[in-house]
């Protein structure tokens, strides 16, 4: 695995988002990786290293996250930045075609991108998410995610953080000991997550998103991106833990009415979102970018 940065450019200047870059240097051949609202690049360790033997697979630090550059103000995060971040992304790496597997927030942009004119996606993996985001999913990532959390000890982290990302479904000891420890950063009074909490407010799109038309939201405060889904011609899989509230059934089934037809795969005993370590879930993912090779 090598690492790297590229530099994104906001009002506030420059900044850095940071990047993983797994397997062999087949561009022709490349899947990005991207993580949700308030995680990061650790969550596609384990997939990357199965895929890389015939694949490029790269996996940013959305700008806030992980290791990539915060903001100072909390109203430069938005969809509009993130696409752009992503758009300089794949200049760096230069290709005119990639896959692209989003987890929530990652897949998204998945589902924006994907629906523009002369999209560079031509396959796309969308793992617990659609074109609609329940406001009640909404409200529940917001209470926990909104606000910086401290931990006085390693030991206190790890047990809150099991049952935190329980939805996250089984994992090995090692997978979990992987997520734990890249989730987490020392800070002067303990432990936090490893993640800029005002970055969280763009779950719904900030005022430039709306401006745009990047996101709508109903008069529920449900967030809808069904006009991009509308538009989308590329294969498409859907990844979909079993007991999720981001991506319920009623979704799933009107995404199947309007919009790219699409397979779709239950996680069993799994919320939002599978995390994509366990071997069988990483065979879904495999099995279906063999099945619809170019």
């Not at 940065?5 to 988002?17: A, P």
């Not at 109903?218 to 859907?238: H, N, Q, S």
């Amino acid at each position: 695995m090598k690492e790297n940065y590229i530099n994104g450019l906001s009002e506030e200047g420059f900044h850095k988002v940071y990047y993983r870059d797994y397997g062999c240097e087949n561009t022709a051949n490349t899947l990005i990786c991207v993580h949700g609202l308030t995680r990061n690049s650790c969550d596609f360790h384990f997939l990357a290293k199965a895929l890389k033997d015939k694949r490029r697979i790269v996996v940013p630090d959305v700008v806030g996250r992980g290791k990539s550059d915060r903001f100072s103000k909390p109203e430069n995060y938005g969809y509009a930045q993130y696409l752009s971040d992503m758009n300089a992304l794949l200049q760096r790496l230069n290709i005119t075609d990639v896959d692209w597997l989003g987890t929530s927030m990652g897949g998204l942009f998945g589902i924006v991108l994907a629906s523009l004119p002369n999209t560079p996606i031509r396959r796309l993996i969308l793992n617990d998410i659609g074109p609609f985001v329940p406001a009640s999913a909404i409200a529940r990532i917001k209470m926990y995610a909104s606000s910086e959390v401290i931990f006085d000890s390693l030991e206190d982290a790890n047990e809150i953080l099991r049952g935190t990302y329980a939805p996250f479904g089984p994992m090995s000891d090692d997978q979990w000991t992987y997520l734990f420890t890249n989730s987490i950063v020392k800070v002067d009074e303990g432990y936090t997550l490893a993640y800029d909490p005002n970055a969280t407010g763009a779950v719904e799109g900030n005022k430039a998103d709306h401006e745009k038309s990047m996101v709508a939201e109903d008069e529920a405060g449900d967030v809808t991106f069904w006009d991009f889904w509308d538009r989308i011609k590329c294969p498409v899989l859907v990844i979909n833990g079993r007991e999720s509230d981001i991506l319920p059934p009623e979704v799933v089934k009107e995404m199947s009415t309007r919009g790219p037809s699409f397979d779709h795969v239950y996680i069993e005993k799994t919320g939002h979102a599978p995390s994509l370590m366990p071997d069988d879930q990483i065979e879904v993912v495999r099995q279906w970018l063999d099945k619809t090779s170019f």
